[in-house]
């Protein structure tokens, strides 16, 4: 699909979501990027640029400007806010275009994205869409995320759809694309995801921890894991034993994955929308108060959220 792309956001999940599309879409289009840490636009043009044409935006307003589709991921609503709808260097302040198609992937609460939304497709600046992501940054790279898109699925009435499906295939698989209905309502899957995948990793390791200092041994106990009733996705892909699993996270220097305190914004964000509809997140709750403190551990900062087994077993490090 002709045209130029903007990508907004180059963090880890950003940096190999930016990588995929620009060497997927058509090496004739220009892909424009902006971050707020200027040496990762940097890095990223002299890694990329041979493969079609980069250009280093100074603001998100240059960058949506020249481009027909806009992809952004960044850490907080906040943010969003500040992408979007700043008067001066945010996307509302570039020309009107609503066909810009604007595919929003951060984790935030739905009533921002709603709110955003509403307001970039009332003044006709695009047709934003919340298309949050799963898989972490393992399945950035290799192109194959997950996404939950807050649009109705492709019909003959609505273009919008095929448009939306043809730049996440550039960065996902089709057959994991969950259409979930309406603005907003992609976050709102994203969100309950999320309250089970960062409370059961606090849950595993734990339950490791219990088991290990029993004297079974790791690898037995995650073999007995995976074939009884405990098995899921986050002990066999993020177990936080180091040397368990040997594509984890733990078991390559707690490598990114999911950062440690984000942890705490992705569970708050399934707190609140819990209580919006009545509902007690008692395991939330309870959850948010370890990732706290481990998010404080200078074991655990700025690395795999599964880096939570060094602050439960109190581990120190050489």
């Known amino acids: 699909m002709e045209g130029n792309y ?7 999940m950003g940096y190999a979501m930016a990588s995929n599309l620009r060497k997927k879409m058509p090496a004739s289009s220009t892909l424009y990027v902006y971050d707020v840490y200027q ?4 890095r990223f043009a002299s890694e990329y640029s041979s493969m079609g044409p980069v250009v280093i935006a100074k603001d998100v307003k240059e960058a949506a400007a020249n481009s027909k589709f806009v992809v952004s991921i960044v850490p907080t609503a906040q943010n969003v ?17 609503p066909e810009r198609l604007i595919l929003e992937c951060s984790t935030i609460d739905s009533d921002s ?6 307001l970039l497709r009332a003044s006709r600046h695009g047709h934003y869409v919340d298309t949050p992501v799963s898989g972490g940054v393992p399945a950035a790279e290799a ?15 609505d273009p919008a759809p095929s448009r939306i499906s043809h730049v996440l295939t550039m960065l996902g698989r089709p057959e994991k694309f969950f259409w979930c209905g309406r603005l907003g309502a992609g976050l709102a899957a994203k969100i309950a995801n999320n309250y089970i995948s960062c409370t059961s990793l606090l849950v595993i390791a734990e339950a490791m ?12 106990l995650q073999d007995v894991i995976h074939n009884s009733s405990g098995q899921s996705f986050m002990s066999d892909h993020v177990n936080p ?24 914004k992705d569970i708050g964000l399934g707190v609140n ?31 795999d959220g599964s880096s939570v087994w060094l602050y439960i077993n109190d581990i120190k490090e050489s």
Request: aromatic residues 6%; glycine residues 10%; hydrophobic residues 40%.
């Open 81 to 97: 806010r500040e992408v979007y709808l700043d008067a001066t260097s945010g996307l509302i302040a570039a020309p009107q275009d």
């Open 6 to 12: 903007a990508f907004i956001g180059l963090g880890a």
């Open 241 to 264: 034993v180091p040397g368990v699993v040997p594509h984890a996270p733990s078991s390559n220097n707690w490598r990114l994955g999911f950062k440690t305190q984000m942890m705490i």
């Open 113 to 118: 994205a709603r709110e955003v939304g509403e």
């Open 143 to 157: 192109g194959i995320l997950s996404f939950m898109i807050g649009s109705k699925p492709r019909s003959e009435e």
């Open 39 to 42: 040496p990762s636009s940097e």
């Open 273 to 303: 929308a819990a209580k919006k509809v009545g509902i007690s997140p008692t395991m939330a709750e309870a959850a948010i108060e370890v990732w706290k403190k481990a998010a404080e551990d200078p074991r655990c900062v700025d690395r």
């Open 209 to 220: 921890a219990v088991g290990v200092r029993n004297g079974i041994e790791p690898r037995l």
